[in-house]
């Protein structure tokens, strides 16, 4: 029989660490998915070979100005770097409960005086020098996996806050995009006010001048007034609009508030919106969707730590061992006389308190449900966007060339009436009538324009596209 005492120490380890406690992590199930999404087709225009959720989807919205806030967002935005030291700060703990899994080893070194009193000295004399050495090592045996399961949860928890890092890339720059295009709509609503002012004034001006040759009253010229202060009260909010877009999309590209407002200052018009874009499957989503990948990490992470409580039903036991020299002078420090050295074989006994144990246990346990039912949520709420973006994408662009038509055809008709007003073949209360029926449908187009733009950044972000060239990149790899 072969005895355990001249057992290899590694391979008794190892023989001793072939058992984890706890419940292992196996990806959690999800709803049946359907082939495809319910309104993926809705717009009734040709699919692409390449998926919406391509790297660089504001380069499709052909506006340069848009390109260069989203690239300087994705190198400096404030947020991202937060995100980004979260990640660093997982790993950081990755890495250190890694080291559990090895022997650790110090060394300390001392050199001093002490004065002992007369009975510790004993006869002897009461001042004397003291030096000393040691090298320690202390390893926990990983008998039922406590180690184990802790990195196996440190490393879910880091991927986790890498997938919350490429969520933070999705939400700036879908925020990026969102602000800039309601920036451009803003502008054209302030610059369609403006011209309908001018109008306006242009219509008070006849008026007037049909009143100084006795062919108006003042009923007219007081109903002429009003509209154009209607028209130049709206002014002001559209301006406070326009500063508060530029000064948000400054501090998306880390920069302060007033920093670009000499290079938004002109109204380069509204982005172009994509015609054609294929959401691809509800499987392919929850792949790419970061918001989906953390809330299966996390779950991972809750489960391992199921193993870490559970193995606290049982004793933890290390090996220690030290040696070292000491003297009362620097030259006996390394004499053989000096030599000391000491070997433990360690129990920790807290095992037996097991009521706080299974209370640690019951905790984790909740903790993990909570993980799944978390997960869950995500999955159904990251289908509902999809879902929800793709329906309002559809019906945007039927809606805005509606009101394309209605404006232009009011304008034809807003020429119409002025010309008949001058020469006096109606009244000015038709004239008025269809001025303002037109700002008021120039405005719903630019408005359903910028709706149905904002609707294509949705349907982007929803997807979750991950454009890693410009991203601010983790600085080491999970562990």
């Known amino acids: 029989m072969i005895k355990l005492k001249h057992w290899p120490l590694p391979l008794l380890a190892a023989i001793l660490q072939g058992c984890t406690v706890g419940p292992d992590f196996h990806r959690p199930q999800t709803p049946d998915l359907p082939a495809s999404f319910t309104h993926a087709g809705s717009r009734k225009v040709a699919p692409l070979h390449v998926s919406a959720a391509d790297d660089e ?56 005086r002490q004065r002992s009193s007369t009975d510790q000295a004993n006869g002897a004399a ?39 890092l490429h969520a933070m890339q999705v939400a700036v720059v879908s925020q990026v995009a969102s602000t800039y295009i309601d920036l451009r709509a803003a502008q054209k609503m302030l610059g369609l006010s403006n011209a309908n002012a001018d109008s306006q004034r242009q219509t008070l001006e006849v008026v007037q001048g049909r009143l100084n040759a006795g062919r108006g009253s003042s009923y007219d010229l007081s109903r002429a007034q009003a509209q154009l202060d209607i028209i130049v009260s709206r ?36 982005p172009a919106v994509p015609d054609n874009l294929d959401p691809g499957t509800p499987a392919d989503l929850l792949r790419r969707r970061p918001d989906v990948a953390s809330a299966e990490y996390q779950l991972h992470a809750a489960t391992a730590r199921v193993g870490v409580a559970t193995a606290d039903l049982f004793p933890r036991v290390s090996l220690g061992a030290a040696i070292g020299t000491f003297a009362f002078s620097g030259g006996g420090l390394y004499a053989a006389s000096g030599e000391s050295n000491l070997a433990l ?116 972000a929803s997807l979750a596209g991950g454009w890693p060239q410009y991203a601010v990149q983790p600085s080491g790899q999970v562990q």
């Open 126 to 164: 009461r001042s004397h020098a003291v030096y000393g050495n040691s090298a320690s090592l202390n390893w926990e045996l990983d008998l039922v996996g406590r180690v184990r399961r802790s990195v196996e949860s440190h490393r879910a928890e880091t991927q986790a806050r890498a997938s919350d």
């Open 235 to 270: 002014i002001p909010q559209l301006e406070a609009r326009v500063a508060v877009d530029r000064h948000r999309l400054a501090v998306l590209a880390g920069l302060t508030p007033t920093a670009l407002d000499a290079r938004l200052q002109k109204d380069t018009g509204m």
């Open 57 to 112: 989807f504001w380069k499709r919205f052909a506006d340069p100005q848009l390109s260069s806030l989203v690239k300087a967002a994705l190198t400096t935005n404030h947020d991202l770097q937060t995100a980004l030291a979260n990640y660093d700060a997982a790993n950081a703990l990755l890495r250190l409960a890694r080291f559990d899994q090895i022997p650790t080893v110090t060394m300390s070194a001392q050199a001093g």
């Open 345 to 460: 074989l360690g129990v920790d006994w807290s095992f037996l308190d097991v009521g706080r144990v299974k209370s640690r246990i019951a905790a984790s346990d909740a903790e993990a449900s909570a993980g799944l039912a978390r997960y869950q949520q995500t999955v159904l709420k990251a289908l509902e966007d999809v879902e929800n973006a793709l329906v309002r994408f559809a019906r945007s662009k039927d809606e805005n060339a509606r009101l394309a038509s209605a404006a232009n055809e009011l304008e034809n008709a807003a020429t119409i009436a002025r010309t008949r007003y001058q020469a006096g073949a109606i009244e000015l209360f038709e004239l008025l009538d269809v001025q303002r029926a037109l700002y008021s449908a120039q405005i719903a187009q630019a408005d359903s324009q910028a709706r149905s733009t904002a609707s294509a950044v949705d349907l982007y």
